[in-house]
């Protein structure tokens, strides 16, 4: 058969299951509208009910839109001499025959690891090449030994989907892979979800679309756990969730919580900046010692005994009850804020016990409860037992170690004085990211008065009890669950306490929420106090930790694994790693590492997927000018269908300059402004630091040696096409202009 009736026969196959797509959004759409007609009649059972399956087809309705793209992309023709399409979702026709296998089933697996040499029943797989829901082309592998790959590029599969997918233009958000997902890649998606696995891989190994298509393969393989429990993805900035956020939806996932680490208190907003260095003090692992010994300098015996009066009657509050009524609080385990009741309730007994002794007569037992309560409403005592015990929010705890640097010498005598005037701030400072494990921490160890809390937790959990076993048997009765509704989820939805949130809007705004799984993305930048924060909400211990050792640019960072993880994770973690690029040009990232073994970063095996002769260039002549110049051809090589990103990566200082210079040519049209952000934007000019996990088509890397050796290494490893190195003559370490182009000194015209 020639190649367009085999296009043909997949056009047909493409439409087959396009149609099915579209009879269940009929089919979906028209339920969602029955539901809604029904109108708002009825008992408040049988309206939350209602609202309970509006949401159920809307979260249906959404996912099946969502999967539009690329809905069919592969097939797999077994030895039996069956076919097998592999999709994004899995879908039956009406007779309950299978028609497309979601990606992540397990059937699907072969499509991602077979190989020659590891058939696994395969004898052909084909890639298809869909443009919207035509197919314009398709690609076989045929699994035969006897074709083996003799270059010394990595073997991938579906070579030529990928390699178009790798040379698309970029459009400033990330997206899916799972039509050319590689076999390394398949093999940590699919990976156990118990256990921390860290996935180490250097730049443009696809560790960020790894992290996120295994949190939508763990949602598919564990959906009754994870759907309650939630997942919680972390990444380095708010550009970068942004960046990624169309990737889970395409994958048919909306419920996961992406955050980053300052977002993890709720309430506290930290947009405060600070030097590297301060960062790196409040990120080190004794700041836990510091703020516990802040907490227990809240618990204080008094030098002296404290005189205070009830009825006109001298009472003392002595250092040796307090000594006591301290000792006992503490042994209770409980937060200091909780234990505090304890603590008072014991010094008001014994308060007590002294007032009944200076009378004449005993007192009875309920006469003793009203003069408890007397001495509580008493001012004197009350400022006598705050002062033994302080009540506190995390907020004024972390607030008074940087006000008041008697507090921070106390609680952190390894900070030196120059450390100590660094992390001065005053009082109502903002706050920055390295506070909020700081906050976190002392949260956990003041606990909140929760009483109210407990009690209202306690008839909530009895009338979610009833309300499950209703939702049990409506689920029993409708037949509407189909596994996309579990009846814990369905029961949340009928439950009536004001607007349904989802698992992950609860989680979200809930500091002590644990997730089923976490994945923590860039994790190389986390600091010992940041996995302290992050493991409190994973007490399970199933993370996905993705990130490279080399591109650390926090100095609270991490070094090596081991380093980072063994204080927090004793050894339990195991590693995986990632060794194909795909998204560097082979001559630009055998620069980058040159330059960065010159510098001496911890380097892994990698080995890239493609090569783009001339990619690379190096460019000398007075700064702007040249970089203009550059600039102006990495624009003007873009693809003409509007799609492709360029970025031109200056030290911080420059930056400025830079953008007025570009802003007062013809170039000025494509950089951000006028309610375009950084993502949208054609064309960019940031510092190293901001470039992280991000890519462009073209990168203009001005003044490279001005930058720190792993901000470079990171700005050299963002270009899917081609890499501009502007100089005034010096180049990095590692560097030579043999094998760039351009080598020739120009003054800024070339
Ligand atoms: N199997 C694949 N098929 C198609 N594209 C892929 C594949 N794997 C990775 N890519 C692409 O390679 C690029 C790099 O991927 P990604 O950003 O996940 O890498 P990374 O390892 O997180 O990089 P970095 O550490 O440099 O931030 C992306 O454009 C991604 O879509």
């Known amino acids: 058969m020639g190649r367009s009736s085999e296009v043909d026969v997949e056009q047909t196959a493409v439409d087959v299951r396009y149609r099915r797509l579209d009879a269940l959004r009929e089919q979906t759409a028209a339920r969602l509208a029955e539901v809604r007609r029904s109108g708002p009649s009825g008992s408040p059972q049988n309206r939350s009910e209602r609202d309970a399956f509006a949401t159920l087809y809307e979260d249906r309705l959404a996912q099946l839109e969502g999967v539009e793209q690329r809905l069919t992309f592969g097939r797999l023709d077994l030895e039996d001499g069956s076919t097998r399409y592999i999709g994004r979702i899995g879908l039956t026709d009406d007779q309950h025959s299978p028609l497309l296998t979601d990606w992540r089933a397990p059937a699907a697996q072969a499509f991602y690891r077979a190989t020659a040499a590891r058939p696994d029943d395969v004898v052909r797989r084909r890639h298809l090449v869909t443009r919207g829901r035509t197919v314009t082309g398709v690609e076989d592998e045929v699994l035969d030994l006897s074709r083996v790959d003799e270059s010394d590029l990595p073997t991938l599969s579906g070579e030529g989907a990928l390699l178009a997918s790798l040379s698309a233009g970029r459009t400033g958000r990330m997206g899916d892979i799972v039509a050319t997902i590689q076999a390394e890649q398949d093999a940590i998606i699919r990976a156990p979800m118990t256990g921390a696995l860290v996935v180490q891989g250097g730049p443009g190994t696809g560790k960020t679309a790894v992290a996120l298509h295994r949190a939508a393969y763990l949602l598919y393989a564990h959906r009754t756990t994870l759907e309650r429990s939630g997942v919680l993805l972390l990444g380095p900035s708010r550009t970068f969730l ?32 600070e030097p590297e260095e301060v960062a790196r003090l409040k990120g080190d692992a004794r700041m836990a010692r510091a703020i516990e010994s802040a907490v227990q300098a809240r618990q204080r015996v008094p030098a002296e005994p404290v005189e205070v009066h009830l009825d006109g009657r001298r009472l003392q509050v002595r250092p040796a009850d307090v000594r006591q009524a301290i000792a006992h609080a503490r042994r209770t385990g409980k937060p200091h804020n909780l234990a505090r009741v304890g603590f008072v309730r014991e010094m008001l007994g014994r308060l007590a016990e002294q007032y009944t002794a200076v009378l004449d007569q005993p007192l009875p037992p309920d006469e003793r409860a009203e003069v408890i309560e007397d001495l509580r409403t008493t001012r004197e005592v009350r400022i006598a037992l705050n002062l033994a015990w302080m009540p506190l929010t995390p907020h004024k705890l972390v607030e008074d170690l940087w006000a008041k640097p008697w507090r921070l010498a106390q609680a952190a005598p390894w900070l030196d004085e120059q450390e100590r005037a660094a ?53 029993n009765g409708s037949g509407a669950g189909g596994g996309l509704v579990s009846a814990e989820l369905l029961a949340e939805r009928f439950a009536e306490s004001g607007p349904r949130l989802s698992t992950a809007e609860r989680a979200a705004s809930d500091r002590a929420w644990t997730y089923g799984h976490v994945v923590v993305d860039e994790a190389q930048e986390l600091s010992a106090m940041a996995w302290r924060t992050v493991l409190r909400r994973v007490p399970t211990r199933s993370l996905t930790i993705v990130g490279d050792v080399a591109q650390t640019a926090a100095a609270a960072g991490a070094r090596s694994w081991s380093a980072a993880l063994d204080p927090v994770l004793r050894g339990t973690w195991r590693l995986a790693e990632l060794t194909v690029n795909y998204r560097t040009p082979a001559e630009v990232a055998d620069a980058a590492a040159s330059v960065a073994r010159a ?74 402004g006028r309610g375009r952000n950084d993502l949208d934007a054609r064309l960019v000019v940031l510092p190293p630091r901001s470039t992280k996990g991000l890519e462009y088509d073209a990168v203009v890397l001005v003044e490279p040696t001005a930058m720190a050796p792993a901000d ?25 202009r043999t094998g760039a182009g351009d080598e020739a000194r120009s003054d800024g015209q070339g």
């Not at 942004?242 to 955050?259: C, F, K, N, W």
């Not at 990619?615 to 040249?626: H, N, V």
């Open 242 to 273: 942004r960046y990624i956020d169309q990737v889970l939806p395409s994958l048919g996932e909306t419920g996961v919580v992406t955050a980053t680490i300052a977002d993890l208190v709720p309430g506290v907003v930290a947009n405060g900046g």
């Open 423 to 475: 992390l001065r701030r005053e009082p109502g400072a903002p706050w920055t990211p390295a506070d909020v494990p700081l906050l976190d921490e002392a949260a956990e160890l003041l606990g909140e008065d929760d009483q109210a809390a407990r009690a209202q937790a306690a008839s909530e959990s009895r009338r979610r009890a009833q309300e499950l076993q209703y939702a049990r048997d409506v689920l």
């Open 599 to 672: 510098a001496a970063l911890p380097l892994g095996e990698l080995t890239s997927a493609r090569r783009v002769p001339g990619s690379l260039r190096i460019r000398t002549g007075e700064l702007l000018a040249t970089a203009a110049t550059a600039t102006r051809a990495a624009v003007a090589a873009l693809p003409q269908d509007g799609s492709g990103r360029v970025a031109v990566v200056a030290p911080e200082p420059r930056v400025p300059a830079l953008l007025a210079a570009l802003g007062a040519t013809e170039l000025a049209d494509h950089l951000p």
């Open 712 to 736: 470079l290494y990171v700005a050299m490893t963002r270009p899917t096409r081609s890499l501009d190195v502007v100089t005034e003559g010096e180049l990095p370490d590692g560097l030579t």
